[in-house]
């Protein structure tokens, strides 16, 4: 079946501009989460969606981040007034239920780069 | 507070020879713990996982991790390395506590395979 896709799989922009991030995740996954992968730095979490429940936005470094999740379906990360520390790879992820031995299937991720 | 640390950031090792990736956790509580592989330029993969069944987990690629609690370890073993494992792995435990379904990640492990 379809795995998570995201979109766009590259994007450039200038800074101090906004952008929007997307993430489909595997249909019937209750679990969607947001990570940002920057060099030598390791996975950041940033943000978890958990069907209706209240998002745990823990991981958002700052205002400028924000996430939903429509329909309990597809997901946008925005960042608002973007700087160069901005530019990563910002992986999704989706986890069919809760559970602590469910793994996380991951999209391939967008690279964004600020200018 | 739960946290990964996964030591030697670059690991070199020759074809054919064994390989040994260290994985320590501090956790709370009992947790799920997670080997994750990322190949340049793709998405992360799932080699295996811990969910509290067998203490030796084997997963794909002929990988597999043993979970010590004495030691809070769970390293990632292979007895002969392939030119097909240069990659970067990582360590990730998972904790489900009253819906807080967190993952961390440890840093990660750049493996290079000298043939």
């Known amino acids: 079946g379809a795995g998570v896709s995201q979109s766009p799989s590259n994007k450039v922009t200038e800074k101090g501009k906004d952008v929007e991030l997307r993430c489909d995740p595997i249909?019937?996954?209750?679990?969607l989460y947001w990570y940002r992968q920057s060099l030598g730095q390791g996975l950041e979490f940033l943000i978890y969606?958990?069907?209706?429940?209240?998002?745990?936005k823990s991981g958002l470094p700052s205002d400028r981040f924000s996430a939903e999740r429509t329909g309990g379906s597809v997901s946008t990360l925005t960042i608002q007034r973007t700087q160069q520390e901005d530019s990563a790879v910002y992986l999704c992820a989706s986890r069919p239920r809760e559970g602590r031995g469910n793994e996380q299937f991951f999209g391939p991720g967008t690279r964004l780069t600020v200018l | 507070a739960q946290s990964v640390t996964q030591l030697d950031s670059h690991v070199s090792v020759s074809e054919g020879t064994p390989v040994l990736l260290r994985c320590n956790y501090s956790s709370s509580y009992s947790p799920s713990l997670f080997w994750y592989v990322q190949h340049p330029n793709k998405g992360l993969q799932l080699l295996l996982k811990y969910t509290s069944a067998a203490t030796l987990v084997k997963g794909i690629n002929g990988f597999e991790a043993e979970f010590k609690k004495s030691e809070t370890s769970f390293h990632l073993t292979k007895p002969s390395a392939h030119m097909s494992d240069a990659a970067e792995y990582f360590c990730v435990v998972s904790l489900t506590f009253y819906g807080n379904n967190r993952l961390a990640f440890g840093k990660g492990n750049q493996v290079v395979v000298i043939p």
């Open positions: 969606f958990q069907g209706n429940s209240a998002p745990d």
């Open positions: 249909s019937g996954h209750t679990a």
